[in-house]
């Protein structure tokens, strides 16, 4: 028989079916190389340009198994021009005495979310160790100085501050490890604006006073959304404590509500260092600080923006901010309104009118910022 007369290979019966319904990247290669059939999932990651493998190293597997009928499995990094790259994992077996089945995994997600573990294990265990580390010098200090009741009470007071910003830590850990999922709400509740902000206010206006910034509140009163009042309680809280820490002594923070058709606006504002440009891509990852050498005086946590992130998420909602350097910040953490006005609340009004007295700072209306170019 000429060679020419032998035979094409064809599939085997139901494997062209079984390809059709897979998830998987799935090829099957004769032979010669050729891919005689692709599924979906292949096509699309890129593994087939007409009837060729485009990874080398996929396509050297094929060989392989073709040779000696062995199974062969194996890890692979592809990599696409303008594009980042593809974790996969690639399992080859023959399918018949011309055949090979060639399976394709994208672990992309996986080998992300494992990396994401590692650094906040890491981070996690660096953040700790810096006020664990702290509070056994201090308790050695104060054994040490046992005879000066001056010097124990210094050591005391910082001993408490280090031992609050543990406690800060751990509480900001586990939120976070409740909200990773980005899961919908179940059940979403209404929840108070006016209650929420006023919450936000008295949580952090000791600090506030403390450093002489004025906490005001400002917008639209009597608004009602729908989410978790205790995720979105804690979100606002953060901004706040966020807009505090990072403003100068003797500046104003301002909260305010805007109520829009489907969505309520809650907005932070400061007057603090701003945020220069390219950092505002990162400022919501994990442990992640504009000005590292200053989180320390701030008894920052670096996760308080990342839990703002996932409660936007777990809400359907977003939150972006606006920020210059020099200038300001303005967070705003949008969730969705409660639809028409609930019975029996007061009906809105300008919060500023309604409450001219905000937990005891004398509150005042804000300039409004320029938006940036």
Do not use: C
């Amino acid at each position: 028989m000429h060679p020419d007369d032998v035979p094409e290979p064809t599939l085997p019966p139901g494997v062209a079916a079984v390809l059709s319904v897979l998830k998987s990247s799935a090829l099957v290669v004769d032979a010669e190389g050729n891919v005689l059939k692709a599924s979906a999932p292949a096509i699309a990651m890129g593994l087939v340009r007409g009837h060729d493998i485009t990874e080398e190293e996929l396509a050297d597997l094929v060989r392989q198994v073709r040779r000696d009928g062995q199974i062969r499995e194996t890890e692979l990094l592809m990599r696409r021009q303008g594009l980042p790259p593809r974790h996969v994992t690639a399992r080859v077996a023959p399918l018949s005495s011309q055949l090979v089945l060639a399976l394709v995994e994208d672990r992309t997600r996986e080998r992300r979310v494992e990396s994401i573990r590692r650094d906040f294990v890491a981070n996690v265990s660096h953040e700790l160790k810096t006020p664990v580390g702290a509070i056994k010098l201090l308790s050695d200090a104060v054994i040490d100085a046992a005879d000066d009741p001056e010097a124990v009470q210094r050591f005391a007071g910082r001993m408490r501050t280090e031992s609050e910003r543990l406690a800060r830590l751990v509480q900001q850990i586990i939120e976070l490890s409740r909200l990773q999922g980005d899961d919908p709400l179940d059940e979403p509740a209404d929840v108070q604006v006016d209650k929420i902000i006023t919450r936000a206010v008295d949580e952090n206006v000791t600090d506030a006073k403390t450093r002489n910034i004025q906490l005001t509140q400002d917008g639209t009163h009597g608004l009602v959304l729908l989410g978790n009042r205790e995720q979105v309680a804690v979100a606002v809280s953060n901004l706040v404590a966020n807009a505090v820490a990072y403003s100068p002594e003797g500046s104003t923070v301002v909260v305010s509500a805007t109520g829009h058709e489907s969505a309520v606006d809650l907005s932070v504002t400061d007057r603090g260092i701003g945020i220069p440009a390219n950092e505002l891509d990162r400022i919501f990852e994990r442990f992640y600080r504009v000005d590292p050498a200053r989180h320390r005086s701030t008894g920052g946590t670096g996760l308080g923006l990342s839990i703002v992130k996932h409660v936007a998420a777990s809400h359907g909602g977003e939150v972006k901010v606006w920020s210059v350097e020099g200038q300001g910040s303005t967070f705003t953490l949008t969730l969705p309104r409660k639809p028409g006005r609930p019975g029996g609340t007061a009906p809105e009004t300008d919060l500023q009118s309604s409450l001219p007295q905000a937990n005891g700072l004398e509150g005042t209306r804000p300039q409004k910022k320029k938006e940036s170019a």
